[in-house]
């Protein structure tokens, strides 16, 4: 195999294996730690109902994973079924709140004190 061939080979296999992989951009995974989130506190992100507070099981579930990454990482057809300012609120609730400025979905966390929404018992 001529060297001019190896070489493009080689640098093509350098781009395709940078390109699949999102740690080489800097871009975390988390997709893996939404589920169990979107599954574990389903009930307290669910669009259209009242907010409420995170049971035991969510909590630890919240405490373990990288809440920043999970909540940025809520695609828009997600946001359909999701309140994120809920998981926002979960966030909080839970102790490990996602910083202001970061994104929840296609919401941005603000600076200021957000009002909790009105919740049920």
Known sequence: MPA???IQLVVFALVFTLCTMPHAW???DCYREKDVFLHKCAWSIRRGLAYLHPNPICCRTVRKIDMTCVCGAILPREEETI?????YFVSQDCRK????????G???VPGASV???PHHP
Do not use: F, L, Y
């Not at 309140?83 to 998981?87: E, K, T, Y």
């Open 83 to 87: 309140d994120v300012r809920h998981a």
């Open 115 to 117: 009002p909790p929404p």
């Open 106 to 108: 296609s919401w941005t």
């Open 4 to 6: 001019k061939a190896v």
């Open 97 to 104: 709140p996602v910083p202001a400025g970061n994104k929840c």
């Open 26 to 28: 800097g871009e975390q």
